[in-house]
């Protein structure tokens, strides 16, 4: 048994002055944080607890925006009345993630640092984990790796990034509010999940003692038509095999413009603007959609289990598409 000191921080400044101590984290709502702690895959000698540092509210941008705080419950976030008529896409995501449970207490700040669920990371028993343990290998390139990554994956690392909020955030450009000992900095969320390249045990572009401190939407542009397909191995508390959120903007039957991004396809939500501009006044039909779901996934390359997940993916990005032209 190891001791573990623990902090309780009353506001951001004190949050990120404590956790520059050596071998300390930020601890919210836990769900990964502690599941990572039992399994000794992460091994913090100090918590500094942030859940009573005044970051938990949802508030109107003064440009017609939403700033959602980084210790919002996921819960919280998915059934906020403005977030459900403004940002349904996001509320479909949050809801199809975890379980009721995990959702009461998950944060958004937490759910945008997820970490990856490839077991050969989760488990210790495994000596190859180049992200758990870098230098040791990738036990997933030559092993079981039927959920792994089939775009932007690295000669040292193909897991993929667990979330379904990211994905819908991606797709709605969400602009990630951060807070360091040099200042704050806000980050388009398409800059903030690194792709593993040769430093896979790096998930993000957060320094040091960098803290979440809100996630900024823009003013809503996707309020009818969106819609969050999740594919998976059952229909309630498991990750996606494949994920598309599909945004779109139409008068009548013609798209005036689209956003689509994949998830559980790579280290990173999977978003391609060039996909989106096929579609771009064009009238939405299953053709159109299949074509730009090609594009999305032009380059993909499958690993020995996880071939199906590129038709999957394409067909998830159709269907997506389709019943989000069809909802209102
Ligand atoms: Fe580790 Fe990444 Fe390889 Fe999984 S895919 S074993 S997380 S290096």
Request: no cysteine.
């Given at each position: 048994m190891r001791a573990i000191d623990f902090d309780q921080a009353s506001d951001p400044a004190s949050a990120i002055r404590l956790v520059q101590q050596p071998n300390t984290k930020f601890i919210g709502g836990g769900t990964n944080l502690l599941d990572l702690m039992k399994g000794d895959v992460e091994q913090p000698l100090r918590l500094v607890d942030i859940n009573h540092i005044g970051l938990d509210q949802i508030t109107e941008l003064p440009g017609g925006g939403l700033r959602i705080g980084a210790l919002a419950r996921n819960s919280d976030t998915a059934n906020h009345a403005l977030v459900r008529s403004r940002y349904p896409l996001l509320t479909q995501a949050l809801l199809s993630g975890a379980s009721p449970q995990l959702r009461n207490m998950a944060t958004i700040g937490g759910n945008l640092l997820q970490r990856t669920r490839c077991p050969y990371f989760m488990d210790t028993a495994f000596a190859m984990c180049n992200k758990r343990a870098p230098g040791s290998g990738c036990g997933a390139r030559e092993g079981y790796n039927r959920m792994h990554a089939i775009l932007g994956a690295s000669s040292a690392c193909i897991a993929v990034n667990p979330s379904d909020?990211?994905?819908?955030?991606?797709?709605?450009?969400?602009?990630?509010?951060?807070?360091?000992?040099?200042?704050?900095?806000?980050?388009?969320?398409?800059?903030?999940?690194?792709?593993?390249?040769?430093?896979?045990?790096?998930?993000?572009?957060?320094?040091?003692?960098?803290?979440?401190?809100?996630?900024?939407?823009?003013?809503?542009?996707?309020?009818?038509?969106?819609?969050?397909?999740?594919?998976?191995?059952?229909?309630?508390?498991a990750f996606a095999l494949v994920s598309a959120a599909a945004a779109l903007d139409m008068i009548g039957a013609t798209v005036r413009q689209a956003r689509i991004a994949l998830g559980g396809v790579a280290h990173k939500p999977w978003r391609v603007p060039a996909a989106e501009a096929l579609l771009a006044g064009q009238a939405l039909d299953e053709a159109r959609c299949r074509q730009a779901a090609r594009v999305l996934l032009d380059g993909a390359q499958a690993f020995r289990d996880n071939g199906f997940k590129i038709q999957l993916a394409e067909r998830a990005v159709v269907r997506a598409l389709l019943e989000a032209g069809e909802s209102a």
């Open positions: 909020m990211n994905v819908a955030l991606v797709a709605l450009d969400a602009v990630i509010q951060v807070s360091g000992p040099k200042g704050e900095r806000s980050i388009p969320i398409a800059g903030f999940h690194r792709l593993p390249g040769t430093m896979p045990q790096v998930d993000t572009v957060l320094q040091p003692a960098e803290l979440i401190t809100a996630v900024d939407l823009p003013p809503p542009a996707f309020t009818r038509h969106t819609h969050y397909l999740k594919v998976r191995e059952r229909n309630s508390y």
